[in-house]
């Protein structure tokens, strides 16, 4: 992708096309931790968080294993140095070429990134180049089924921020055509990434948006679609794939 076409009217298509990393563990970020952890035991295990952002996931991994055994690894000089300030290892580094070892990882964590990285197949190799054998690779990304675009929109050169419904079921290259900054993933879409890798596919399901305590009621009536055929329209696929 030219970025240099969408730069024209805005000067932060980077900062756009990166995202914007949680700032604290809300509600929802903690069921997803707690969903995960019915597949995937924690404790004292090697981790590595990929875009970690400021580090809110770094602190919450702190109950269950070592400080030194948690990683990050952020593209964002900023947030980095943010990360840092809590003592953990965080390395300023793209997704597509990690500073580590091969199979040096117990548990890869993948959460809401890939649909931002600027090369999604060459960022997933690379993460099943550091995870050892048998270790998990967890997964959140954008589900294309999901009725809105979350990440907001390009009309020309002009960026519109917001939820924007039914973006996702345009024909792909619309969507691509007003998306320019970030994927959102078919079931086949992100499944193929990993044609030809040494992993299995443990889970793959979708989960819907997370409720503050307040919102209780909501999550009464939408948190028990995730066990129906419904689930295909959540907001995010849930992937945990081991390597083999």
Not at 70 to 88: H, L, M, N, Q, T
Not at 226 to 237: A, C, D
Request: contains cysteine; positive net charge; aromatic residues 14%.
């Amino acid at each position: 992708m030219d970025t240099q076409n969408w730069q024209k009217g805005t000067q932060n298509f980077s900062k756009i096309k990166q995202g914007s990393p949680s700032l604290a563990l809300t509600e929802g970020l903690k069921r997803r931790i707690e969903i995960v952890q019915k597949y995937v035991d924690f404790r004292n295990k090697k981790i590595l968080d990929i875009g970690c952002g400021v580090g809110v996931f770094l602190k919450e991994f702190e109950k269950y294993t070592k400080k030194e055994n948690i990683f990050g690894i952020e593209v964002d000089e900023e947030k980095v140095e943010i990360a840092k300030k809590s003592g953990f290892n965080v390395i300023q580094s793209p997704a597509e070429n990690m500073p580590f070892k091969d199979n040096f990882f117990d548990i890869l964590w993948c959460h809401e990134v890939i649909e931002h990285v600027d090369d999604d197949k060459k960022t997933v190799e690379e993460c099943i180049r550091v995870l050892k054998n048998q270790g998990k690779f967890i997964i959140f990304a954008p589900n294309r089924l999901f009725p809105f675009e979350t990440h907001g929109i390009y009309i020309g050169d002009k960026y519109f921020f917001g939820n924007i419904p039914l973006v996702n079921y345009l024909p792909k290259k619309i969507y691509k055509s007003l998306t320019p900054h970030v994927r959102n993933y078919s079931n086949r879409d992100i499944e193929n990434l990993f044609t030809d890798l040494p992993v299995k596919i443990i889970l793959h399901s979708h989960i819907f948006p997370g409720f503050s305590k307040k919102g209780k009621i909501f999550q009464k009536i939408i948190y028990p679609l995730e066990k129906t055929p419904l689930n295909y329209f959540g907001i995010s696929h849930f992937l945990i794939l081991e390597k083999i």
